[in-house]
């Protein structure tokens, strides 16, 4: 799934940043009609990657040591995205 909502993210249900922001910029997830959605920016320019369904997200995060994906999967199962 491609996203195709505002360039702002205004229209998201959810946004976790996991990287930044730092002189390489701000790498985050935003969470929108269903789907994960992988998003770097810095100052000049940005890009979005390719969706994928919350549910195979928690699938692939689910027991990870890392902290920042913890949270996301969590969160996902609190809105029932994950079953």
């Known amino acids: 799934m491609e996203y195709t909502g505002d ?3 205004e ?3 959810a946004q976790w940043i996991v990287g930044g922001p730092d002189s390489g ?3 985050s997830f935003v969470l929108w ?3 994960l959605f992988f998003v770097e ?3 000049s320019s940005g890009s979005v990657g390719s969706g994928i369904a919350a549910a195979a997200f928690a699938a692939e995060h689910r027991g990870t040591s890392d902290p920042r ?3 996301i999967v ?3 199962d609190a809105r ?3 079953s």
Do not use: K, S
């Open 7 to 9: 360039p702002g993210f």
């Open 11 to 13: 229209d998201v249900d």
């Open 25 to 27: 910029g701000v790498r």
């Open 33 to 35: 009609r269903g789907h």
């Open 41 to 43: 920016q810095d100052f």
């Open 69 to 71: 994906y913890r949270e």
């Open 74 to 76: 969590e969160d996902l």
């Open 80 to 82: 029932g995205l994950t």
